[in-house]
Every structure is written in structure tokens, then in C-alpha cells.
């Protein structure tokens, strides 16, 4: 692993209390900016075209937070809302995927899904949102548009301690009624 993708862990760890920072202060309150900058703070880090966290309700995937690194409009919005059957996020979540998927096309399963050809998933990136109930929440993800040969664990750990710390914020949160409780 080369220093600056160490220095990026490193950044993505800071991050990950940095949230978990945030979330205790602003749990009664809107903090969809502060979570919004770490979002595209964590895209950038791992070199990816697109990060977002969902919210699992219902056998649906909601997109709670999206960062997206085009100029034009997000492949995804939040607010959006699909069926959670054939994507990432269930099979990430159902342990049929691993965390780290540097080539999709090394995982047929993965490459077969429409949702893969609809964004133009290369490389993914995912973590459970888990409350201290066993609860799946939802998941913290990151998608680019290249196969990213140079992915490693740790970028897939340091991930899992944001959506750990995510999750933190969820369990202290009170949200308005409607509103995700880590907002």
C-alpha cells in the first residue's frame, strides 16, 4: 500500500470521529450539511465516484446522503427509494458479497445485476449501518465507474468504523416524526 492511500485510511478514520462527533451534537436537530461534507469527504478519500448512506425500511433502500463527483445530475438522489431485492447493498449485507469489490466483474452475481449496468458499477465499496440491537439500519457505500485494482481491507474497515460511528448517531438520535434519526 502506497503512503497516500495510508494517509487516506488514516483521513477516513478521523472522519469516522469526526461524525461521530457530529451526530451527538446535532442529534436533535437537522445536520444534513455537516453529514453531506463528510459524505464527499469520504468519496474523495477513497478515490470514488459515488458515496452514499441508505436506510434499509420495509424491503426498500432509501438514499439518504449522496455524494456524486459529476457535474451533471447524481445517478442517484436522496430521497430515492428502490427494492432492496438484487442490489448491493442486501447482498453486501446478506454476507453474499464481500465488502471490497475491486472489479465487479470478478463476482458474477455482482456483474449480473441491473443496477451494475443502470450506474456503471466497476468497484464497490460497502458497510452495515448495525445498531447495538442487531439491527440493520442500512449501509454506507462508495461505487466508482473504473475497477479500482488498488482497494485494500482497510479502505473496507476504515468504512465500517464510519458506519459504526453512523450508527452511534442513529441509536442517540430523536428525529421529527418522517425524519431519519442520525439527520
Known amino acids: 500500500m502506497s503512503s497516500t492511500r495510508h494517509h487516506d485510511v488514516g483521513h477516513l478514520l478521523c472522519i469516522a470521529n469526526d461524525i ?27 478515490g470514488m465516484d459515488v458515496a452514499f448512506i441508505s436506510q434499509i425500511v420495509a424491503g426498500r433502500r432509501r438514499f439518504e446522503v449522496v455524494s456524486a463527483a459529476t457535474s ?18 442486501k447482498l453486501v449485507v446478506d454476507g453474499e458479497l464481500p465488502p471490497v469489490i475491486r472489479d465487479v466483474a ?17 468497484s464497490y465499496l460497502s458497510a452495515r449501518v448495525l445498531l447495538s440491537s442487531g439491527e440493520v ?15 485494500v481491507e482497510a479502505d473496507g474497515e476504515a468504512l ?6 453512523i450508527a452511534a448517531g442513529v441509536e442517540r438520535g430523536e428525529a421529527a416524526p418522517g425524519e431519519p434519526a442520525w439527520r
Open 106 to 122: 470478478d463476482f458474477p452475481r455482482a456483474a449480473a445485476l441491473p443496477i451494475t449496468r443502470a450506474l456503471d458499477i466497476r
Open 20 to 46: 461521530a462527533v457530529a451526530t451527538a451534537s446535532y442529534a436533535t436537530a437537522p445536520a444534513l450539511g455537516t453529514i453531506h461534507q463528510f459524505l464527499h469527504d469520504i468519496r474523495q478519500a477513497l
Open 160 to 165: 465500517q468504523s464510519i458506519a459504526d460511528a
Open 72 to 89: 451533471g445530475p447524481e445517478p442517484i438522489a436522496a430521497g430515492q427509494s428502490d427494492a432492496l431485492v438484487d442490489t448491493y447493498c
Open 137 to 151: 439500519f442500512g449501509t454506507l457505500c462508495c461505487f466508482s465507474h473504473q475497477t479500482r485494482p488498488d482497494l
